[in-house]
């Protein structure tokens, strides 16, 4: 009774779009794969102390071909530092993990060899070298399953999922409180007469939960995304459901910033059948605020979502090729009024999931499972991207004036679009170019030109802010076309430079070049105090005559 999750194979049709927004690879720092040769997969994973990871999933016995639990440990450069396995003869599943205070791990999932029934919830307690200590098990005679685990400030758990052994209906979501023994100290559930099926919780602002997943007792005739909120006692508080003729499932949920909740899954259209990308936004009382589906013509879910600095979003996910049945680890990035910034995909010659994102200092995580199209092993996958897989720029700006530019162009380059995160948080007062013409939010009013990435403009804030601009960047020689007089220019080169070797090519025409600082370079003086010139800054440049400004770089020693 082989239990691991292998790819699933769907043979689909999708015949609308709901977001047009490209795909492109993106620019992967690390990748790497683990396990052994009975194959691994891979449902979630954290970021440890000491700047490693630790993956858990589901491996097979070597002995019977059951699946069981396992997790992976790798240090801080990649290398695997050790691997264990837990569970019976019967199988079990690995699908949440924490790291605890004293450097071990609470892990989370299922089992078929102990318990009650055939299927229980199971809790397993490690030292910090994967080593078992203890495990606990919860439910009655039929399938009871967990995929959730939060902390508690007491040093238990809150642990979610569904019970078939407890509750009103053919399935309740199941919310079981632990000490830190693992002993239960109340379980709750949660439903309807039909089936409700929880597959992610969170800690509220308020100190009670809410709990996503699919219901089939409230909502329409289909599986409908599901939300629950309950107190820090686990008492219900409100249900809600979202969807429309056809099935709707939510895999992720997170609590935003401002106590609202964000679902993310799939909905599947009765109309067509098959699978799209969809994320769901409430307020703090479950009201539906918006909704984003993806459609690209294949069959896509979404495993993760979390919340970034920007109050932006992040989801991943993985796409089912209706073509040739392969899988493909999908990437949406959205901001926080779920507006698509860009979405992506990734994976090799066969078949990947992704299943799990978290940030780190370094920029993205992401975890999931391989499959190699020579030999069909199955392992761990974990990818590793800059802070943005893209090469985002972020122009960090101060209160009051800025002077600034970026090497990439903006997609949007419309002033309201490169400003509107901006203006909707109403920082940006005024924006302005060396034409004289000029943005101003407040009044509604832009006679401005579309950006243009070879030039600079004022920025006046009414509080610090960052501007983030995601595309490719330009050539570092993109001539830029001066007119006699005064011109804002924007520093495309990525290296730091004087200014004295960066104006090499208007040389004989320069008359004055200066930062949004007041600092100047005056050839004819040979005289400069201007910081070395950098991306990210606009600087003035006074022409004797038109000209095309190059920008020099730095002689490689």
Known sequence: MMRISCVMIYVLTVVFLCVNVSIAQPDISQESTYGTDRGETCMDHIQTADGGFVFIGQSSNPNNGESQMVAVKVDA?????????????????????????????????????????????????????????WSQTYGGDRPDALFSILPMDDGGFSLCGFTWSFGAGEKDYYLIRTNADGNAVWTRTYGGEEFDYARDHVRTADGGFAIGGYTTSFGGEEKNMGLCKVDENGELEWWQAFGGDGNDD????????????????????????FWDIFILKTDSEGEEEWSVTVNMEDNEMLTD???????????????????????DCYFIRLDRNGEVKWEMLYGHEYADECHSVIVTPEGYSFAGFSVSVEDMDLNMWHIQTEVDPFGQFAIPLGQGWNLISSPKPPPEPNMESVWGDIVDRENLLLTKNHQGQFFLPSHNFNNMADWDVRFGYFANLATADTLAIISETVPENTPIHLRQGWSIVSYLPSQTIDARQAFESIADQLLLAKDGNGRFYSPQNDFSNMQPLRQGLGYQVKSSDVVELIWMQQDDE
């Open 77 to 133: 450069d990649g290398e695997q530092t050790w691997l264990q396995t837990y569970g019976g003869e019967d199988g079990e599943q690995g699908d949440a993990i924490l790291q605890l205070e004293d450097g071990g791990y609470a892990l989370a999932g299922n089992t078929w060899s102990y318990g009650e029934g055939w299927e229980d919830c199971w809790l397993v307690r490690v030292n910090a070298d994967g080593e078992e200590l």
């Open 250 to 273: 939510c895999f992720s949920l997170i609590q935003s910033t401002d106590n609202g909740y964000v679902l993310a899954g799939y909905t599947e259209p009765e109309e067509i059948g």
């Open 305 to 327: 979502i979390i919340q970034l600095d920007d109050e932006g979003y992040l989801a991943t996910g993985y796409v089912i090729s209706n073509e040739d049945g392969g899988a």
